[in-house]
């Protein structure tokens, strides 16, 4: 690992990942062929519930400021403006900048406007911005100076990323949350043989399409963030585990946490 805090991180997981470079062309092949998964988690089987359960825990609507590492096509955001625009007292401005390292992603979330949704104006005020990591190295994302989020928010990307830039993630969200009202949401897929017969087969097929054929399920593996976040000595709010409601049957973690005290 290249960062001395990387470098003091413990492993948890071994396994093999996509590199940065494969990942980047999985998903704008995913984009550009408006894949029913890949970049869509909100809609997805797996993704519906354990979104639902992320935007209760993140109260979105006591922020200001928003920072989402892997926001894919916009679905999560595009979520929480049209939740906001229905709460007919809210007066807060909410402002959104998304990063992700696929151009072909970057490239549908500013296609569909997200000053709109479903077609209406949001009057609240809330402002989207969207911007290519090149690199896909965490390290390189700026936040300036002073500059503060509210929330820091990434869902199923993760769970594709090696340890060391999970852990650089891990970094970035500290680095840039507001140390005493900031706020960590985690989103991605664990393990389901515990949960139910459909999660069970799920999980299973699942890891051994990512042995023998990872892009075919975005690079995505079954994973328990909790670890990684408690040996960085994030405080954890709430952890939950949601079941799928459709295909591809797969449970997800949510975590909330709150940033490490130094």
């Known amino acids: 690992m290249t960062t001395t805090a990387a470098r003091m991180a413990k492993s948890f997981d071994n396994r093999g990942v996509l590199s940065r470079k494969d990942a980047r062309d999985v998903y704008n092949r995913f984009a550009d062929k408006d894949h029913k998964i890949g970049g869509k988690d909100v809609d997805s089987g797996y993704g519906g519930p354990a979104v639902t359960a992320l935007v209760e825990m993140a109260e979105f609507d006591k922020a200001r400021t928003v920072l989402e590492y892997g926001c894919g096509q916009g679905k999560l955001v595009e979520l929480v403006f049209s939740k906001l625009q229905q709460q ?42 969207a911007e ?4 896909g190295d965490p390290d390189n994302v700026v936040i300036e100076g002073s500059q503060k989020y509210d929330r820091f928010v990434s869902t199923y ?43 069970f087969f799920m999980t299973a097929i699942w890891e051994i399409l990512y042995r023998v054929n990872r892009k075919k399920v975005g690079g995505c593996r079954p994973q328990l963030l909790q670890p990684y976040l408690e ?22 973690e949510v975590i909330s ?6």
């Open 257 to 262: 946490a709150k940033p490490p005290i130094r």
């Open 157 to 199: 990307c993760l769970d594709l990323l090696s340890e060391e830039d999970m852990y650089k993630v891990l970094d970035l969200a500290e680095r840039s949350l507001d140390r005493q009202n900031g706020k960590l949401l985690l989103a991605g897929i664990t393990w389901g043989y515990r949960s139910s017969v459909q999660t």
């Open 88 to 129: 007919q007292h809210y007066d807060k401005k909410l402002s959104w900048r998304g990063i992700d390292q696929s151009p072909s992603m970057i490239k549908r979330i500013l296609e569909r406007n997200l000053g709109n949704v479903n077609g209406t104006s949001v009057n609240v005020g809330c402002t989207c911005t």
């Open 231 to 252: 040996s960085k000595g994030w405080r954890i709010d709430r952890v939950v585990k949601t079941l799928p409601d459709g295909y591809p049957w797969m449970v997800s």
């Open 132 to 135: 290519l990591l090149e690199s």
